[in-house]
C-alpha cells in the first residue's frame, strides 16, 4: 500500500503542469470548448483558490482546488467552496486518492467556516460523477456563471 500526502502547493510545477494538460486533454475529448470551465494554472495561482496535489513519495498523482465563492440567489446567500481541477493519474485509479483529496479539501473548507460544497461535472465523467455521489454530495440546479446547456451535472454537499 502506498502512502499519500495530500497538502496545498502550488500548481505551477512542472509535474503538477504535466497532470492539469492531461486533465485538460481528456476533458477536450469528452466535450466541445465552450462546455470546458477550466480555470488555467494563473487561475489557480489567485488568492482565492486553494490548490492540492496527492503526492506517492515525491511523485505526484492527483489534484484538486477550491475557491471560495460569495453567496448568490442559487445559493440562498450561503457562501461556498466550489471543487475544481479534480483528477488522479489514470494509472492510479481505484486507489481512493480521488476520495482522500475531497476529504482534505472539504476538512479544509470546513476550517475555514465554510458550509458549502458545490460542483460542475459532466455526464460523461463517469467516475467523476461515482466519486462525487459515493461521497455524498447530490445534483442541484445550475449556479455561478455556469449555464444550463445541458452538457453539466451541478452537485452540492453540505459540510
Given amino acids: 500500500m502506498s502512502h ?4 496545498c502547493e ?3 510545477q512542472p509535474e503538477v503542469v504535466t497532470l492539469l494538460a492531461d486533465l485538460d486533454r481528456y476533458l ?3 466535450y466541445p470548448p465552450e462546455a470546458n470551465f477550466i480555470l488555467d494554472v ?13 503526492r506517492d513519495g515525491q511523485q ?11 453567496g448568490e440567489a ?6 461556498y467552496g466550489e471543487i475544481k481541477r479534480m483528477y488522479v493519474d489514470p494509472a492510479r485509479r481505484g486507489e481512493r486518492i480521488g476520495v482522500q483529496l475531497l476529504a482534505v479539501m472539504e476538512e479544509r473548507l470546513r476550517a475555514l467556516g465554510c458550509k458549502l460544497a458545490l460542483l460542475e461535472t459532466g455526464p460523461e465523467q463517469t467516475a467523476a460523477v461515482r466519486l462525487y455521489e459515493n461521497c455524498g454530495y447530490t445534483q442541484r440546479p445550475v449556479f455561478g ?11 452540492s454537499k453540505v459540510l
Fill in 4 to 7: 499519500l500526502n495530500i497538502r
Fill in 10 to 12: 502550488r500548481p505551477d
Fill in 28 to 30: 477536450a475529448s469528452l
Fill in 42 to 54: 494563473q487561475a489557480l495561482l489567485a488568492p482565492d483558490v486553494s490548490f492540492f496535489v496527492a
Fill in 60 to 70: 505526484a498523482v492527483g489534484t484538486g482546488a477550491f475557491r471560495l465563492m460569495q
Fill in 74 to 79: 442559487a445559493t440562498g446567500g450561503v457562501a
Fill in 145 to 155: 456563471l455556469y449555464p444550463d446547456n445541458g452538457l453539466s451535472v451541478y452537485y
